[in-house]
C-alpha cells in the first residue's frame, strides 16, 4: 500500500485560486502515473488531472475538458508531492479531491484510461475544496 496524502483544500471564492499538494514517496512521485480526481455527494468519482512518472521535462498530462486552461499538474520531486494548482475557481468545482496513484510505471491507453478511477490502485483520503459565489 502506498500512502498518499493531500492538502491545501479550503475555501475559497469564485475566481480565487488554490494549490492541492499530494505527499508521496519519492518512487511514487517520480515514476508511477498520478492523478487527481474529484467527487461530489451522490456522483461518480471524476478524473480531473494525470500525470505520467519518468524524466523531468517528458512528463505526459491529461486534464478533463472542465479544467483545462485554469488546472496545472506539476511534480516537486524534493518535496515528493504533486501539486494541482487550480486558477479560476467555479462554484462546480466545490468537491472533495483525491490524489492517485496507479501500480507501475506505464498505463497503457493512456488517453483514456487516465480518467478512469478502476486504473488506479491506490488513494489518499480526499482534501474538501469549496467555492462560494
Known amino acids: 500500500q502506498v500512502d498518499l496524502v493531500e492538502s491545501g483544500g479550503g475555501s475559497v471564492q469564485a475566481g480565487g485560486s488554490l494549490i492541492l499538494s499530494c505527499a508521496a514517496p519519492?518512487?511514487?512521485?517520480?515514476?508511477?502515473?498520478m492523478g487527481w480526481f474529484r467527487q461530489v455527494p451522490g456522483k461518480e468519482r471524476e478524473g480531473v488531472a494525470s500525470i505520467s512518472g519518468g524524466l523531468a521535462g517528458q512528463y505526459v498530462t491529461y486534464y478533463a475538458d472542465s479544467v483545462e486552461g485554469r488546472f496545472h499538474l506539476s511534480k516537486n520531486s524534493a518535496a515528493k508531492t504533486l501539486n494541482l494548482q487550480m486558477e479560476s475557481l467555479k462554484v462546480e468545482d466545490s468537491a472533495t479531491y483525491y490524489c492517485?496513484?496507479?501500480?507501475?510505471?506505464?498505463?497503457?491507453?493512456?488517453?483514456?484510461?487516465?480518467?478512469?478511477?478502476?486504473?488506479?490502485?491506490?488513494w489518499g483520503q480526499g482534501t474538501p475544496v469549496t467555492v462560494s459565489a
Open positions: 492517485a496513484a496507479v501500480n507501475g510505471g506505464f498505463m497503457a491507453g493512456a488517453d483514456h484510461r487516465w480518467k478512469r478511477p478502476e486504473t488506479y490502485a491506490h
Open positions: 519519492e518512487y511514487v512521485v517520480n515514476f508511477r502515473w
